[in-house]
């Protein structure tokens, strides 16, 4: 006994000999930008010693040798390091991209990753920050399945068009925008430097919380912050950029130009050239005059520049964040640029530990010259490019104005265009929002009851201004008065809530309560006034200046005014982490109904498989797998108009009544105190998962979204006379597929990343209303349809007249008959084109043989991004794809028509049809087109299939040896393309289109829309 005793006091000697006590210390870092980490805990494995890092990063703990210390902080993968003595043990925490308890913003709150229930994807910050653009939207393109974000044109400032799960209705499809709990109708003026997480809800589980304005999806923003107990630190961005011209279309020179309108002169009846314009073209046929390239006259390398600052810190009671970004952009247009100026301000004070203020603001200033019109077909500079005649110069030298356009309409003269539009004219905006938010936890000390409260308000100030001089080209080029035109607008919103929080956990099971009430109002307003003859002087440019003061008009429209009111409800239900369940309801009442109110519920289903016992084992193959499952419904009220309900009368109507004329009015419009929301009803099933040890992860979603109630204008009785009300008639679905991955290694020195997105969407109609289908705008030179929408179709999809090929002999025209012997084109001649005659109706060709032609959504659209790090070394690329769409070049009206009367055309129309077997493409040329080969037809009809390489991106950072020397804590030089190159076959200047006049109805529209540009960025991070 007495042995064993001595062996065992010998054994703790021992042991105390080696579990010498220590104290260790050192400093945790950021392994992204090299800062100092405050607030990481630092514990000692299996016991209760703990600390954590102070402001500098820097910590100390007692331990002893041999024990495990382990560092650990919200959003960073944790650290295990083994003590060996009281060397200093520094530590440097890398993002965790794929953790579980990762926290996610939602509506009006926060939870973790692993308790979500809905379709809710968080887009990194880096990823925004890749591409060299001020513009949120352009940066989040390609990043998100089931998200289409497709620039409007590559003109500064044309923004983009969103669409969460394709198009949600005929009418408005935006979803909504929440920047800071704030909703707004644009995110324009947010740099992508100024965020610092984004969240995108998809399904009503996740957005029906937002009720009637979440059924085209939500997009929440939180802007920089601060951070408690943390020094200061100051980040600073700034790049240069070069944008220079991606291809162009190829347009006839001048000889070319000359040699068609005099062979269109010649095949076209009563129609002669005088001598002078005969003369000129011969000579410049002789020498080959190139003439005017006018796409070269009007464009530019455009030089921008963009710079962002962030301040951030905090103390124990107090975080802050005070940013600026200022960019300066050039068009590819001469004299089309765009200044923005965007400051902010975030403050969060802590009254005491529980009680906290804060305070966002932002103020953005916005100054715009020039442009390309905004695609506009008739006063658009790139339509004009197209059009302008070749032998015209953009500028005579000779008389010292502008060239004298002899061949074609005067008016486009795309050079006095570009000059005048910027020049004489400018769009400005001042933007300030302030939100101030109030939140109290454990409230009465009830741990996990909070409340917050918080107001909102935002001023929108527009202003523009163009000015129109005298000139004198010639007698029909030229404009004998000035005109003035300004133009005033004031947008105006407000917005309060407060809502109740409850989250306890208690055993095994977790809830999350919350219980609120909203409202916001929005106003608008707007003032225009004109005059002719006001003076050229700069200073003189005021309306009451006109020389002719009967020239005067002002015009100042009905103030836009709605108001909501809302109560909303979500109840979230965890069992021991494995099962999950969400509920909510929202009821809205809008001023744009007269039925005001609208219930929007919505339920979800959660399982973490993985945390059940048959998934475990030593080895798990899955380290998560959860399946969702969830229902719901939201509305749309940005479909309907302010007074879409009411009766709209019309004034000027005089009668005679005995004897006397009275003035009366007409009912123009038939009430509708029925109207009502659209409602979107959506179901979702989807999994998320992670495995090879969180090296590859992803998410897949299905999904089923019906819009009903959708707010169409039906026919009425032609005897009502009246103008179409509107009416909750049409219904519309959208189901698809989504899927997400991500795999991300590391190997040393060597770290690697592949990331993927694919969306597979299909549009139905189920009903219009009516059997009456829906057409298009009417577009382009010859007013006509381009796309009609009807029960059992994709909406909007291109409707005209196929073709097969050229007549070549008038026995072909003779023997293309009716069955009962009609010729189907009578006034077809050899060098038409040739109409299928697809309806069986027994007619020469009509407007009933328009068919199908294909459609504008895609079939398929992805993003792929991979990312190399070696060192100081980064490299990312970054590719996006529309896959199975088709685009409706309208330039074909002009570049393949057959009159030839005022416009430039391809080049390709050298090969135009003059004798048989020619071509069997390109049709003849004839001033009248008694034939009409230039209605609309698959002749218009390209691929609009895509693969765009939209970004590649190389940095490198320097050591933090070399920095520290220099008392910076990270400085990064990068060099980078944005769209470098497009794999495509349309011939216009760019496959990706916003549609014509951003009508959904014109989606896949082209009117040669302004181009994007390819461009060279040299740019630098820097941390203090």
């Not at 339509?383 to 032998?391: E, K």
């Not at 005033?488 to 917005?495: A, G, H, I, P």
């Not at 003032?527 to 050229?536: E, F, H, M, Q």
């Not at 709605?562 to 369940?581: I, V």
Request: aromatic share 12%; with cysteine; charged share 20%.
């Amino acid at each position: 006994m007495k042995k064993l005793l001595y062996v065992l006091f010998f054994c703790a000697l021992s042991a105390t000999g080696y579990a010498q006590s220590v104290v260790v210390s050192g400093i945790v870092t950021d392994a992204t930008d090299g800062s100092p980490m405050a607030g990481v805990t630092v514990r000692v494995e299996n016991s209760t010693a703990v600390t954590a890092t102070d402001l500098d990063g820097r910590y100390s703990i007692n331990a002893n040798t041999g024990d495990v210390l382990v560092f650990s902080f919200i959003g960073k993968v944790s650290v295990e390091r083994t003590v060996r003595s009281d060397a200093p043990i520094n530590v440097s925490l890398e993002d965790d991209r794929v953790s579980l308890d990762e926290v996610v913003v939602v509506g009006y709150g926060t939870m973790k990753k692993s308790d979500l229930t809905g379709a809710v994807a968080k887009v990194s910050t880096d990823d925004l920050k890749q591409l060299s653009t001020v513009d949120i939207g352009q940066a989040l393109a390609g990043r998100v399945a089931g998200v289409d974000i497709i620039s409007n044109s590559g003109e500064p400032g044309a923004g983009t068009k969103i669409r969460i799960r394709g198009y949600g209705s005929i009418n408005n499809s935006d979803p909504l925008y929440v920047v800071d709990g704030f909703p707004v109708s644009d995110i324009n003026y947010l740099s992508p430097q100024d965020i610092e997480s984004l969240e995108i809800l998809k399904d009503a589980s996740a957005t029906a919380i937002y009720g009637s304005r979440g059924a085209n999806g939500v997009i929440l923003i939180k802007t920089r912050g601060g951070r408690f107990n943390t020094r200061t630190h100051v980040e600073a961005n700034a790049y240069a950029s070069i944008s220079t011209m991606v291809g162009k279309m190829e347009l006839l020179n001048a000889w070319e130009f000359a040699t068609l309108k005099k062979e269109l002169t010649a095949n076209t009846p009563n129609q002669t050239l005088s001598a002078t314009t005969e003369k000129m073209f011969d000579y410049v046929i002789a020498n080959k005059y190139e003439g005017t390239d006018w796409a070269k006259e009007v464009s530019r390398v455009g030089i921008s520049q963009n710079y962002n600052l962030d301040i951030s810190g905090g103390t124990d009671r107090h975080m802050y964040s005070v940013g600026a970004t200022y960019s300066q952009t050039q068009g590819l247009l001469k004299y089309n640029d765009m200044d923005v100026l965007t400051a902010r301000l975030n403050n969060t004070y802590k009254l005491t530990s529980d009680i906290a203020l804060a305070a966002n603001l932002v103020f953005t200033h916005r100054d715009t010259k020039g442009g390309g019109g905004g695609g506009n077909y008739y006063g658009g500079v790139w339509p004009g490019v197209v059009q302008a005649d070749p032998l015209a110069p953009a500028w005579d030298s000779y008389t010292n104005i502008w060239g004298e356009i002899r061949n074609g309409d005067p008016s486009f003269h795309p050079a006095r265009q570009v000059y005048e539009g910027a020049n004489y004219g400018y769009n400005k905006s001042n933007m300030f929002i302030a939100n101030m938010s109030f939140q109290w936890d454990n409230i009465a000390k009830v741990k996990g009851l909070s409340i917050r409260a918080q107001y909102g308000y935002r001023a929108n100030f527009g202003e523009s201004q163009t000015y129109s001089p005298v000139y004198y080209v010639s007698a029909a080029q030229g404009r004998q008065n000035s005109s003035l035109s300004v133009g005033r607008n004031e947008f105006k919103s407000w917005l309060a809530n407060a809502y109740l929080m409850y989250n306890k956990e208690f055993g095994k099971n977790s809830i999350g309560l919350t219980l609120g009430t909203e409202a916001q109002d929005f106003r608008f307003v707007m003032l225009n006034g004109s005059a002719s003859d006001v003076p050229l002087a700069e200073n003189m440019w005021y309306i009451d200046v006109s020389e002719t003061p009967s020239s005067k008009t002002a015009s100042n429209s009905m103030p836009f005014w709605n108001r909501m009111a809302s109560f909303f409800f979500r109840g979230n239900y965890t069992y021991a982490g494995k099962y999950l369940l969400t509920a909510t309801m929202r009821a809205d009442g809008s001023s744009k109904f007269l039925q005001h109110w609208g219930y929007f519920p919505s339920f979800s289903l959660g399982w973490n498989m993985h945390e059940e016992e048959f998934m475990k084992s030593d080895s798990p193959l899955f380290q998560q797998f959860k399946v969702r499952a969830g229902w719901g419904l939201v509305g749309n009220e940005a479909s309907a108009g302010s007074n879409d309900y009411v009766a709209v009368m019309t004034t000027g109507y005089d009668a005679v009544l005995g004897d006397v004329l009275k003035q009366g009015a007409i009912q123009e419009k038939i009430a509708n105190p029925d109207l009502k929301w659209e409602a979107a009803e959506q179901l979702n099933v989807g999994v998320d998962f992670a495995l090879l040890n969180y090296k590859l992860s992803g998410t897949i979603d299905y999904f089923i979204r019906t819009t009903r109630d959708m707010i169409l204008s039906v026919p009425i009785p032609i005897y009502a006379g009246m103008t179409r009300p509107s009416v909750n008639a049409g219904e519309m679905r959208n189901n698809g597929l989504e899927l997400t991955f991500r795999y991300a290694d590391k190997k040393g020195d060597f770290s690697w990343s592949l990331g993927g997105n694919a969306s597979f969407i299909k549009n139905k109609v189920l009903d219009l209303g009516s059997p009456d289908p829906v057409y298009g705008p009417y577009i382009g030179r010859r007013q006509e349809p381009f796309t009609m929408t009807e029960v059992g179709m994709e909406m909007a999809y291109f409707y005209g007249y196929k073709t097969d090929g050229i007549f070549q002999t008038q026995a072909e025209i003779d023997n293309y008959k009716t069955p009962g012997g009609d010729l189907i084109q009578p006034d077809a001649a050899p060098g038409d084109v040739k109409f299928v005659k697809t309806a069986n109706d027994g007619q020469p060709l009509n407007a009933n043989d328009r068919t199908y032609l294909g459609s504008g959504m895609a079939d398929v659209t992805w993003g792929l991004s991979a990312n190399l790090g070696y060192k100081g070394f980064d490299l990312a690329v970054f590719l996006q794809s529309s896959i199975g769409n088709e685009i409706a070049n309208a330039s074909v009206m002009d570049l393949y028509s057959s009159d030839f009367s005022q416009w430039n055309m391809s080049k390709e129309m050298m090969n135009r049809w003059h004798g048989q077997g020619t071509t069997n493409k390109y049709p003849r040329l004839i001033g009248s087109d008694p034939n009409g080969n230039s209605k609309f037809s698959d002749r218009y009809i390209e691929d609009g299939t895509y693969v765009r390489i939209k970004n590649v991106q190389l940095g490198y950072t320097l050591p933090q040896s070399v920095t520290q020397k220099i008392r910076i804590q990270r400085l990064r030089f990068y060099v980078s393309v944005d769209n470098l190159y497009c794999f495509n076959s349309y011939s216009g200047y760019d496959p990706e289109l916003g549609g014509y006049l951003s009508n959904p109805l014109n989606g896949g529209v082209d009117m040669s829309t302004y181009p994007r540009p390819r461009t060279f960025v040299l740019g630098l991070n820097i941390s203090l």
